[in-house]
């Protein structure tokens, strides 16, 4: 076992505060990785604050995690020491069932081990990368590039797999018209990836400050959806629409905007139930699909995706102890787009 330095919560509401723990020690197929960076997820929100009612406490949160390797174990194949490393979403999961032998390690039929927030197979709570470092399963280690800024990499583990995997599965190719609703956290990432596939891309926002941000993003258009007369003349323009909100909101008005086969991807989680009327569903054929991260696999397909194409997300770096007001900031979107953690504030 090794002491590792954190920032926990101990109850929903509590603030987050310094925490000392135990990693487990490394074992034959495990990676060891000095945290550098870890980025903060809109999600630690509802975790911490026990608004999805699975909060187990105390609880270190963080599953956007990039650092170095600092040991491995003796069955390790694919990292050695001193190689960049991430850890994502999932740190585990059962390995057999026939959505992980897909590579759809999210979707594990008796329940992905999350890499905060969960229950490992010897019944242990995982804690996260609000801490100095991590101890994980090689299948579940992600290769990073030396070609990107660390900082902007983070926040790809979550928000950038997290837009990425809903686009591949749908699709989006050259000359597609995709629109994304809601420029945060995932929808500046959801831009990025549907420009490089080559997709026309609207953003839709409420708010006409982010217009600018918008375009300097890569978006083709810019749509102000409290404007009904922009909102009726994009009647049936879309073959994608990329919903990211979490806030509450009408998909009625949104599945309108879609062409005949049309989808809308919820990425986004709000409040309480969104009523769907079943006339715009039927009249066109449109449909709704949701989509949660991507498996290991995608993971690292994505991240390749970005190094190459230098992909990364706009962040804005603070010191661990910040971390409460970052939070308050976090849910006036107050950020543009990412806050990430500077673990070296730790130490």
């Known amino acids: ?8 919560v101990q109850e929903a509401t509590s603030p987050l505060v310094p925490f000392n723990f135990e990693r487990r020690e490394v074992r034959p197929h495990d990676v060891q990785i000095e945290i550098l960076y870890c980025g903060v997820c809109h999600s630690d929100i509802h975790q911490v604050r026990g608004e999805w009612g699975n909060s187990i406490y105390p609880m270190v949160p963080g599953h956007e995690i990039v650092g170095r390797v600092t040991a491995v174990g003796h069955h390790v194949k694919n990292f050695t020491v ?10 585990d999961s059962c390995q057999t069932c026939p959505s992980c032998q897909q590579g759809l390690e999210q979707f594990c039929d008796t329940g992905m081990v999350g890499t905060y927030n969960s229950l490992d197979k010897e019944g242990q709570i995982t804690y996260g990368g609000y ?10 280690t992600l290769k990073v590039s030396d070609k990107l800024p660390l900082a902007g ?12 995997s809903p686009l591949r599965y749908v699709g989006v190719k050259k000359g597609d018209k995709v629109a994304v609703l809601g420029l945060g ?4 990432m959801a831009v990025k990836f549907a420009v490089a596939f080559g997709a026309e891309v609207t953003m839709l926002s409420s708010s006409p400050s982010k217009k600018e941000d918008a ?12 404007d009904e007369a922009t909102m009726n003349s994009l009647a049936s323009s879309f073959d994608y629409i990329l919903n990211t909100v979490s806030a509450q909101h009408d998909y009625n008005t949104y599945l309108n905007l879609l062409r005949v086969n049309g989808t809308m991807i919820i990425v986004g989680v709000p409040p309480a139930p969104t009523p769907v009327h079943a006339f715009p569903l039927i009249m066109k054929r449109r449909s709704i699909i949701g989509s949660l991260i991507g498996g290991i696999a995608e ?11 230098n992909i990364v997300s706009e962040v804005e770096v603070i010191n ?11 849910l006036k979107s107050d950020v543009r787009y990412r806050f990430v953690i500077d673990l070296a504030s730790l130490k």
């Open 82 to 91: 001193g190689d960049l490393a991430g850890v994502g979403c999932l740190v």
């Open 320 to 330: 661990m102890d910040y971390i409460n007001e970052a939070y308050e900031r976090m």
């Open 1 to 8: 076992m090794s002491i590792t330095k954190g920032y926990a």
């Open 215 to 226: 375009l300097k993003l890569g978006a083709h258009h810019f749509a102000l959806t409290s």
């Open 299 to 309: 993971t690292q397909e994505m991240l390749d995706f970005c190094a190459e194409h």
């Open 131 to 140: 801490s100095t470092q991590i101890v994980v399963d090689e299948k579940f």
């Open 153 to 164: 990499v983070a926040p790809l583990l979550c928000a950038g797999i997290t837009t990425y």
């Open 185 to 188: 956290g995932l929808g500046h």
